[in-house]
């Protein structure tokens, strides 16, 4: 339950959903019971979002596409991962290798990508899914059987990162999904913003600070040059350094990259972005309430890409670049919808679509970016060669 007024906008889920969404509230109620009354936001999010069984990631309810919850640049047109592999298979012609995605979604990348690298006569050694959700590994199982049967074969399942990788990792849209912490400056320093589960009702409640978000509202101000005034809230995701030094030090040779909404630290933290970036997705609404639908809905924040350059450049890697997902795209040979789709008038203004979709700075050009780093590769994608915003991180 919530003590929001979200509800009332939404679409009512049905009643299988709904008691789905009782178990995993359930389970919340149990960890607030087990800290004392309370528990940081970041467990909250990382409950309702990977709880075994219950959570948005882990249960089977379908989230991508027109069919879930929201839809991602491969579920708006195959042209993405296209674009992708234009630059996929220069790293894959000079360092051989594997692909690993994380974190597959749908599923519709892995094989829009192993479509277009076919039809370029390019082949990874193997494609392989680093994917904690056995629900969406079936799924995918079957979307990659269908779409590209000659390619198969060469993809494999993962249920943690390889030691090594030559070639290329790709993550889309994933660091977005990992727990934030949520947190308010006070006059004192700054308080967390946690969760308390009085009278059954899911709420926001102020937690004490630590040193660790002293720190991080240190480097916030900073990065800024500015002090946060009181009453200002944001998030903070305490595993994305971590988790993209981890995956810099696994690349041997080739290419990491990252597509995600997100800007760097000192856009995401300007003064006047005083509500923070925390967003939900339910049937394809957006809206600003967790607590709502437990178990049923997408929670994500966006990616502080100045940590993301930090993290990977520490542990040894060169930034190639950081750019907008349309002048990405656009550099990548991005099709021409008339000239694509021949003669066809319903293909042309189709494809017209899609484009507008992926580019358009209301739709996704804008808000996502495009980061890649290399070890022990010399050339650069083509994507970024054009608009490099490295300077503004």
Known sequence: MSDQPDAELLPRPSAEALAHSDRMQTRIHEAIAARGGAIRFAEFM?????????GYYSAGATKFGAAGDFVTAPEVSAVFAECLATGFAEVLGTTGGDIVELGAGSGMLAAGLLGALQARNVFPQRYRIVEVSADLKDRQRRLIA?????MSDRVEWLDALPAAVDGVIVANELLDALPVERFRVTDSGGEYLGVSGADSILRWTALPGDEPLRRQLQLIERTTGAKLPDGYVSEWCPRLSPMVADLSSRLQ?????FVDYGLPRR?????????????CHYRHRAHADPFLFPGLQDISAWVDFTTVAEA???????????????HFLIDSGLPDPQARAG????????LSRQVAALTLPGEMGERFKVMAFSRDWDA???????KDLSGSL
């Open 312 to 326: 990977a450049t520490g542990a040894g890697l060169v930034l190639d670049g950081f750019t907008t997902q349309a």
């Open 380 to 386: 650069r994608l083509p994507g970024l060669t054009g």
């Open 253 to 257: 040779h080739g290419l990491l990259m």
């Open 343 to 350: 003669s066809d008038l319903r293909s042309r203004v189709e």
């Open 46 to 54: 990382d409950l309702a979002l990977y709880a075994p069984g219950l």
């Open 267 to 279: 856009e995401l933290y300007h003064p006047q972005r005083d509500r923070g970036s925390l967003i």
């Open 146 to 150: 269908d779409k590209v049967p000659a």
